[in-house]
């Protein structure tokens, strides 16, 4: 099964992923990336997924911008849902393949990779 179909299968249930797996927020890999992130960054997170990763940062560090891409409409439509429900107004999102991307050099202060495996990536920074 091509990650697109999964991830359309996945997308309503893929939160029970945080409330299961991640529910100590002591010894969740999501606290070690929000204690990684400075107040004023600019982050490109691929692969955001439901963004739920960009939702935490958003909400703890308001001054950050989080640019979330994913290569799955499905679940960057319950993404989406979330942002609006939560009103959060520094994640923006967009439907990218994480392995040909084309953003300016120097965009970003930090880019996240959470909880994947990406192949090498064709093209990552344009100059
Ligand atoms: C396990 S989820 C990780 C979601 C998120 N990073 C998190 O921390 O919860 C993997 C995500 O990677 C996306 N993905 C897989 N291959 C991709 C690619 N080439 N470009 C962009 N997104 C991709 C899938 O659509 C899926 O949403």
Redo the contacts with the bound molecule.
Sequence with gaps: MN??LF?KIMAKC?DL??IIYFHDKKNSPRKAVLDAVNRNDTIL??????A??AIQIAKRYPNTKIMG????KD?LRVAQNKIHKEQITNVELLS????DMSFEKERFDKIL????K?PTPKRCIEP
């Design positions: 990650s697109i991830y893929y992923l945080d997170d691929l692969c955001t997924g439901t739920s990763m891409i994913d290569i799955s679940m990218m393949d994480a392995t990779v959470s909880l994947l990406l």
